[in-house]
C-alpha cells in the first residue's frame, strides 16, 4: 500500500498534541507521538521530566527509528508523526524527501513563558524556531515538501485552516478531524504525564488561557532573537 508519511515539525510548547489528536481521528490514519525523543535525549544528553522512562520504553537509536518507523510499513494509507523539531539531530536528513513535512510553529513569546513553567533554564535550542528556520530553507532550497502552519490561525478558524492544510499535503479534508474525546489517548508518549494535562481536558481546538501569560523578563532576549524566525515563517504559512 502506497503511504502518505507526514511529517509535523514542532515546536515545544504548541499545540501538536492536539494536532496529533486530530489526525487520529481519522479512519485512514495511524499517527505516533515524538518517535524520535529518546534519540534526542540520548544525543544530547539533556534532562527532561521522565527521562529515564522514555529512554527504557522508546528506541533511542533515530536511523532506526527512521528506517524501521518512519519509512515503515502501515495497513492504513496516511501516516502520521507528531515531531519535535528540535529532535532532529545527529540523523541522516535524507528521509525527509519521503515526508510531507509542515513546520508548527507558534509565537515565541507563548512558547518561551509556556516551557519555563516545566523547565525555567530555556534556550534557542529548546524551543526549536531557530531550526524550523533551517529546516525551511533546507527543504525549500532542494524542492522538497514544506508547508508552514501556524497553530494561532488554527484557532482562529479551525475548519478553514485544516481544509487549506489537508489540500497542501494532497489529503482528503474530514470533519472527524476537528474534534476527539477528552482524557488520554492510545497514541500518547509517556511522557504525557508531564504534559499534556491541559489537552487532555480539551475536545477540539481551544485557546487555552495559558495563551496570554507574561514573559519572564530574563527570558526577553530569547525571544527577541527568536522572533526574527518566527516572523519570516509566518510569512510563509496558511493563513486563517
Known amino acids: 500500500m502506497s503511504t502518505t508519511r507526514i511529517c509535523l515539525w514542532s515546536s515545544p510548547r504548541n499545540i501538536s498534541t492536539a494536532m496529533m489528536y486530530s489526525f487520529a481521528q481519522r479512519q485512514d490514519t495511524i499517527a505516533f507521538d515524538e518517535p524520535l525523543y529518546a534519540h534526542y ?7 527532561h521530566p521522565g527521562q529515564e522512562e522514555i529512554l527504557a520504553t522508546q528506541q533511542n537509536d533515530g536511523n532506526k527509528v527512521v528506517n524501521n518507523l518512519l519509512l515503515g ?3 492504513k494509507p496516511v501516516a502520521f508523526f507528531k515531531q519535535m523539531t528540535h529532535h532532529l539531530v545527529s540523523l541522516d536528513e535524507n528521509f525527509l524527501s519521503k515526508m510531507k513535512n509542515i513546520l508548527f510553529i507558534r509565537d515565541p513569546k507563548q512558547i518561551i513563558s509556556s516551557y519555563a513553567q516545566v523547565r525555567p533554564d530555556v534556550n534557542m535550542q529548546d524551543i526549536g524556531i531557530a531550526k524550523q528556520w533551517e529546516l525551511y530553507n533546507q527543504l525549500t532550497e532542494n524542492n522538497l515538501h514544506c508547508v508552514v502552519l501556524d497553530s494561532n490561525e488554527i484557532l482562529k478558524s479551525p475548519e478553514k485552516v485544516l481544509r487549506d492544510l489537508c489540500s497542501a499535503i494532497d489529503i482528503r479534508f474530514d470533519k472527524a478531524m476537528l474534534h476527539w474525546p477528552a482524557g488520554p489517548k492510545k497514541e500518547d508518549g509517556c511522557w504525557a504525564k508531564y504534559w499534556y494535562d491541559n489537552v487532555h481536558k480539551s475536545t477540539g481546538f481551544e485557546r487555552q488561557s495559558t495563551s ?18 518566527y516572523e519570516q515563517l509566518f510569512e510563509q504559512s496558511i493563513k486563517a
Not at 535525549?41 to 534532562?47: A, E, I, K, Q
Not at 496570554?212 to 524566525?229: G, I
Open 41 to 47: 535525549l540520548r544525543v544530547t544528553g539533556v534532562v
Open 73 to 75: 510499513n502501515f495497513k
Open 212 to 229: 496570554s501569560r507574561a514573559l519572564p523578563e530574563y527570558l526577553e532576549p530569547l525571544y527577541n532573537e527568536s522572533k526574527k524566525y
